[in-house]
């Protein structure tokens, strides 16, 4: 309860509070974490291919429909939920703490909680576009199309907006990332072993007051932090800012 009221304290004295999450902020929402021991990397698949290959550029590719196959059974979760991370980050916005969240996730829970500017380093499977001309098409469509989607108005290829292995970050956004962690006086990086690159390097760009950590086992960057708390990010992220009323 004393890293909480930590916490809580170092929230209160925060104007630009910026969050950095990974894996871990949607596993409350019965959303798998790729690199844990129950994770998607632990799926024993029937096949020559890794989970990494299946969901690389060649594989989209060269085998489409096996890309499709595996994408739409592990990646889109229809009936995932904000949890009480994503809604603690909501009232943060809210309450004017919070600036930005940066995020390794690819289901679009920050948005549906209610947060405005979300930095989705990796994309979204909400959105799905022609590779020939263009057109949007939201997850529902993707998830109801039988084998590899085409497109209604071209007959073209649709790609999920999601960064695949062997592809690179949208400059555009990562340059979007950088700048919110440069102006933050608060980073709170939440839900990441901090492994995957080249996300993990943009904490490099901090230069405020305060860096908190808050994941369930270690990372690299524990010992940089001011406060570190390892414990479920949804529980640690609620009662923060319920405790900020009262610090």
Do not use: W
């Not at 409350?28 to 550029?57: M, Q, W």
């Not at 096996?66 to 889109?76: R, T």
């Not at 679009?108 to 949007?136: D, P, T, W």
Request: glycine share 8%; with cysteine.
């Amino acid at each position: 309860m004393e890293q909480i009221l930590q916490l809580a304290q170092i929230i209160k004295g925060s104007n630009n509070i910026v969050f950095f999450g990974g894996a871990g902020v949607s596993t409350a929402s019965n959303i798998p974490d790729f690199r844990s021991a129950k994770g998607l990397y632990s799926i024993k698949l029937n096949r020559n291919f890794t989970p990494e290959e299946l969901v690389s550029h060649t594989f989209f590719v060269r085998y489409p429909e096996d890309f499709f196959a595996f994408y739409k059974e592990h990646l889109i979760y229809p009936d995932a939920k904000p949890n009480d991370c994503h809604i603690a980050l909501a009232k943060l916005e809210e309450m004017g703490k919070l600036s930005a969240i940066i995020t390794q996730n690819i289901d679009g829970l920050h948005q549906m909680a209610g947060n405005k500017n979300v930095f989705e380093l990796h994309g979204s499977v909400h959105r799905n576009y022609c590779r020939s001309c263009g057109a949007f098409y939201d997850a529902v469509y993707i998830r109801g199309y039988a084998g590899v989607p085409k497109c209604e108005k071209c007959g073209g290829s649709i790609k999920p907006d999601v960064v695949l292995y062997e592809e690179a970050l949208d400059d555009q956004i990562v340059d979007g990332a950088i700048r919110a962690i440069q102006n933050a006086d608060t980073l709170i990086i939440g839900g990441t072993s901090l492994i995957v690159y080249p996300a993990a390097g943009l904490i490099r760009y901090f230069r405020g007051k305060k860096l908190v950590l808050i994941n369930k086992s270690t990372t690299s960057a524990d010992n940089s932090a001011d406060l570190v708390i390892h414990d479920d990010i949804a529980k640690v992220m609620k009662m923060a800012v319920e405790q900020c009323k009262n610090v």
